[in-house]
């Protein structure tokens, strides 16, 4: 089993910046495919951005050049830094982890964002 914990979210006014880190424990891999997802409300979940096989960061276009992802992997930790924040970017975001073809969620972090 793998457990994924987000932490960072909140309330921030728009043009402002978050961070949010996601530690994971258990049977994790250095292989791993980490990413982040949000969800807002009645939309679907969808990738914000994520680590692929070869190690490159992919990124949805909506946050691309405002948002980054990147891991500590001594710390089993992935962040997603997020500036420029729109209203837009308000939602439940969830981490997410693809063990050997497995996927883990988070819980989700709530990131809320005032005009």
């Known amino acids: 089993q793998v457990q994924l914990l987000e932490s960072g979210g909140g309330l921030v006014q728009s043009g402002g910046s978050l961070r949010l880190s996601c530690v994971a424990s258990?049977?994790?891999?250095?292989?791993?495919?980490p990413g982040w997802y949000r969800q807002a409300p009645g939309k679907r979940r969808e990738l914000v951005a994520r680590?692929?096989?070869?190690?490159?960061?992919e990124y949805a276009d909506s946050v691309k050049g405002r948002f980054t992802i990147s891991r500590d992997k001594a710390k089993n930790t992935v962040y997603l830094q997020m500036d420029s924040l729109k209203p837009e970017d308000t939602a439940v975001y969830y981490c997410?982890?693809?063990?050997?073809?497995?996927?883990?969620w988070g819980n989700g972090t709530l990131v809320t964002v005032s005009s």
């Open positions: 680590f692929d096989r070869g190690g490159i960061t």
């Open positions: 997410h982890r693809d063990v050997y073809g497995l996927d883990y």
């Open positions: 258990g049977r994790i891999w250095e292989h791993d495919l």
